[in-house]
C-alpha cells in the first residue's frame, strides 16, 4: 500500500512537472511524504518544511563536530535564525487553517516560494533565498495581502537544536540613517564545545513609517494594523557562523546581519539573482523530453548549490540537504560529481581539488601509520584530513583506491585547464605523493609478479580481497599521471613509477569477462567496478570486451537497495557505444525509482528516503555530458565527439561558463 501511494504521488508529479526551471508542489500539508527541497549558497543549506515558514534543519558547510553517530566528526544541526510564526488577529498560521497552498523551487533564481490563504483575512506569500552573494546569510521575503482589516503578527524566534549548547541570546535595536536594524542573537557552543556558533537576524521593513518591534528572550516581534485591500512587504535576514571560519563569531555574525539589513531587500535579491544568472551560464538544454530537462537542472541546480568558488571546500554524498554520510568527503566528490562541475565551471571544480590539496599533510601521516610511503587519502574526510570512517565499516581501512581517485581528478582539473603554473605549484606535490604510496602498496610475489592484496572494492561488498580490477587500474593510472607530469614540470621520475605502472594484473574470466578480482566468482555487486575501467580510467577501451562486461555485471546488481551509482556509467557507455535504446533506458533507471515527493529530490537507492543523493545525480549528468555530449577530455584539453542521443531525445546543447 505504501508503495503504491508513493507511486501515485509521483505519476501525479511526472503529470504537472513541465516547466524547464520550476517545481511546484500542490497542498504540500497533504504530502505524505514530505521530502524538503535544499536552499544551499555552498555554505549553508536550508531545507524546507510542510509548515509555512519553517526548516526541517539548517547545516553549515565544514563544521564538525565528534559526538553521537559513529563516534566520529560529523555535521551537527545549527541554530535556525530563519525560523517565523505568524498569527492573524490573534490566530497562529498553521497547516490546518490554510488553504491554496503551494510550494515552488525556482532554480532559475535558487529559491523557494510558496503562497496561501488564510480564511476570508488574507493572502500570503513569501520567498526564500540562500544568498549567493553572502554565504553565511540567507534571506525571506513576505508580501501580505489583506482581504480585511486584521491584525498581523510576525514572531522570529530562533529554532535551537537539541544537540548545541546555548550560551547566551542577545537583542540590540539601532537606527542608522538607512534604516533600523532589530539585532536578535543566539550564542552556542557546538555539542563538545569544540566551536562557538553564533546566528543572528533582523526584520527589514521596505517602507515607512517602520513598526515599533518587541522582544523577549530568544523573540522579537512586530504587530502591523492593516487595512483592507492593503500590500504589506517584510523580509527577514539571519546569518550564521562559526569559529571554524572566524574567531570572534559574535561580532562577526552580528555584523553580516547588520550589513545585509542595510542593503535591503531588493539589492540582496539583485545580487542573488544575478549571481545565479552567471552560474546558469554552464547549462544543460535538452529538446524533446520537457521532463528530463527539468531533472537535469534539478541536478545541475543541486550541484551548484553545494559548491563555492575559492571556499576550498568539497562535496558530501548529500551535499547541504542534512546531515547524512556526516558531511564527510568520500570518492563521491572527486570521481562522481567533480566531472560535470569541471566542463561547466571549472572555477567551482577547482575548490574540490584545493579541498584535496590542503589536505595533503594528512594524507601523508595517514600513509605512514600504515606502513606506506608517500600520501594515502582517507575514505571518508571532514576538516582534518585524517580518517573519519566508522570504525564498524572496513572501508576506512581498506577501501584505498580513493587515493587514485584524488590524483586522477587534480590531472584532470589540469588537462581541462592546462594551467601548467598551478600543475607546478598546487598539484605536483599531490601527484608525486600519491604515486609514492602506491609504490609502496604494490607488492611482489615469489615469482615477481605485481599485486596489490587485501583492499575493498569500489563494489563494497567485496572485502579483503586481492588484485581489485579498479584499484589496480587507478594505481597504475596514478603512476601513469605522475610519470607525464614529471616531464610537464621538470620533476625526476621513479624507478618504481615506472616498474609497476603497467605491471598490475587486470585479469579475465572463463567466459571471457574482466574478473571484478583474484577468485571472483559471479557474486552479487554493490555498484559498478569492473565498468568504471572503461569509463572514467579509459582502461579498457574495446567497445567488445566493453559491452561484455556490462551485460555481466548489470545482471550482478541487485535493483531494490543499491546506491545510484552504476546505471549512469552504464548510459554512457552505451551512449559512446551508439545504443540509444539501452541509454536511454539506463539513463532513466539511474534516476527516476529514486525520486522523492514532492520535488522530485534524488535519494540515494531506489525506495530510499535520504535526499538529497549529489553523488547520483553527478553520475547522471556525466552520462549527458561525457556520453551524450560526446565531451572527452584529453592531454591537450576538452574535445567534443559526435555522440549518440537518448531515445526520445531530439536535441542537447551543453553550454560551457566562459
Known amino acids: 500500500m505504501k508503495k503504491t501511494l508513493l507511486l501515485l504521488l509521483l505519476i501525479s508529479i511526472r503529470l504537472q512537472a513541465q516547466d524547464a526551471w520550476k517545481i511546484t508542489a500542490l497542498e504540500p500539508q497533504k504530502c505524505n511524504p514530505y ?9 549553508l543549506g536550508l531545507v524546507s518544511s510542510q509548515v509555512p515558514f519553517q526548516h526541517k534543519c539548517l547545516v553549515l558547510n565544514g563544521v564538525y563536530d565528534k559526538f553521537g553517530r559513529g563516534n566520529v566528526s560529523n555535521y551537527f544541526e545549527n541554530v535556525d535564525p530563519l525560523n517565523v510564526e505568524m498569527s492573524i488577529d490573534g490566530q497562529a498560521i498553521t497547516t490546518d487553517n490554510i488553504s491554496k497552498y503551494t510550494q515552488t523551487l525556482d532554480m532559475q533564481r535558487a529559491s523557494l516560494s510558496a503562497s496561501f490563504v488564510f480564511g476570508q483575512k488574507a493572502s500570503i506569500s513569501y520567498e526564500e533565498y540562500a544568498l549567493r552573494e553572502l554565504p553565511h546569510s540567507a534571506l525571506m521575503v ?37 534604516g533600523p536594524v532589530y539585532l536578535l542573537s543566539t550564542d552556542a557552543k557546538s555539542p ?38 492593503q500590500d504589506y512587504k517584510i523580509g527577514i535576514v539571519g546569518s550564521l557562523l562559526a569559529s571554524n571560519e572566524h574567531p570572534d563569531v559574535q561580532n562577526e555574525a552580528d555584523r553580516m546581519t547588520i550589513f545585509a539589513a542595510l542593503e535591503g531587500i531588493d539589492r540582496l535579491v539583485n545580487r542573488h539573482v544575478e549571481a545565479w544568472k552567471q552560474l ?40 547541504l540537504s542534512g546531515l547524512g554520510y556526516n558531511g564527510h568527503i568520500f570518492w563521491d566528490a572527486d570521481i562522481w560529481m567533480f566531472p560535470a562541475l569541471l566542463v561547466l ?28 610511503e608517500g600520501a594515502m587519502y582517507p575514505w571518508e574526510s571532514s576538516d582534518s584530513g585524517l580518517e573519519e570512517t566508522p570504525t564498524w565499516a572496513l572501508t576506512g581501512t581498506f577501501e584505498h583506491h580513493i587515493t587514485g581517485c584524488v590524483a586522477l581528478a587534480a590531472w584532470n582539473y589540469y588537462r581541462v585547464t592546462q594551467d601548467s603554473a598551478w600543475l607546478q605549484r598546487e598539484a605536483w606535490p599531490l601527484l608525486q605523493q600519491t604515486a609514492d604510496f602506491w609504490a609502496s602498496r604494490i607488492e611482489t610475489d615469489n615469482h615477481g609478479k605485481a ?9 563494497e561488498y567485496a572485502e579483503n580481497v586481492d588484485d581489485n580490477a579498479f584499484t589496480n587500474a587507478i594505481a597504475m593510472l596514478n603512476l601513469l599521471i605522475a610519470i607525464k607530469a614529471a616531464g610537464l614540470t621538470g620533476h625526476s621520475v621513479k624507478a618504481e613509477w615506472l616498474k609497476y605502472a603497467d605491471a598490475l594484473p587486470i585479469t579475465q574470466m572463463q567466459n571471457g569477462v574482466t574478473a571484478e578480482y583474484a577468485g571472483y566468482n559471479g557474486q552479487a555487486i554493490k555498484q559498478a567496478d569492473v565498468n568504471l575501467l572503461a569509463y572514467p580510467l579509459g582502461f579498457i577501451t574495446d567497445s567488445q570486451q566493453i559491452e561484455r562486461d556490462m551485460e555481466y ?23 559512446q557505444m551508439g545504443n540509444a535504446h ?35 545525480a553527478g553520475g547522471e549528468l556525466q552520462a549527458v555530458i561525457f556520453g551524450f555530449g560526446g565531451y572527452e577530455i584529453t592531454d591537450k584539453g576538452l574535445i567534443q565527439k559526435p555522440a549518440t542521443l537518448p531515445e526520445g531525445w531530439k536535441g542537447l546543447k551543453i553550454k560551457r561558463a566562459e
Not at 599485486?451 to 563494489?459: E, L, P, Q, S
Request: hydrophobic share 35%; aromatic share 10%; glycine share 6%.
Open 35 to 43: 521530502y524538503g527541497v535544499t536552499l544551499a549558497n555552498g555554505m
Open 142 to 178: 513576505v508580501n501580505i495581502h489583506t482581504l480585511e482589516d486584521c491584525q498581523v503578527t510576525f514572531t522570529n524566534r530562533h529554532k535551537l537544536p537539541k544537540d548545541l549548547r546555548i550560551s547566551n541570546q542577545r537583542y540590540v535595536e539601532m537606527h542608522p540613517s538607512k
Open 192 to 229: 563538545t564545545g569544540k566551536w562557538d556558533v553564533t546566528a543572528s537576524s533582523s526584520f527589514i521593513f521596505a517602507e515607512k513609517p517602520y513598526p515599533s518591534v518587541s522582544q523577549e528572550k530568544g523573540m522579537a516581534a512586530v504587530t502591523l494594523n492593516l487595512h483592507h485591500g
Open 280 to 319: 546558469w551560464k554552464g547549462d544543460i538544454v535538452i529538446e524533446g523530453n520537457p521532463q528530463v530537462q527539468q531533472d537535469v537542472h534539478s541536478m545541475l541546480y543541486h550541484l551548484y548549490s553545494f559548491i563555492r568558488k575559492d571556499s576550498r571546500k568539497s562535496i558530501s554524498p548529500m551535499g
Open 345 to 372: 565551471h571549472p572555477e567551482l571544480a577547482k575548490a574540490m581539488v584545493d579541498y584535496r590539496i590542503d589536505r595533503l599533510q594528512a594524507a601523508r601521516q595517514n600513509a605512514s601509520a600504515h606502513g606506506f
Open 451 to 459: 599485486h596489490i592484496r587485501n583492499v575493498v572494492c569500489a563494489d
Open 553 to 575: 555485471y548489470a545482471k550482478k546488481v541487485p535493483h531494490d537497495d543499491t546506491p545510484a551509482m552504476t546505471e549512469s556509467i552504464f548510459a554512457l557507455l552505451y551512449s
Open 582 to 616: 539501452k541509454a536511454a533506458e539506463y539513463f532513466k533507471s539511474g534516476y527516476e525509482p529514486n525520486l522523492l515527493p514532492p520535488f522530485r529530490v534524488l535519494a540515494e537507492c531506489k525506495g530510499g528516503t535520504n535526499p538529497y543523493f549529489a553523488t547520483g
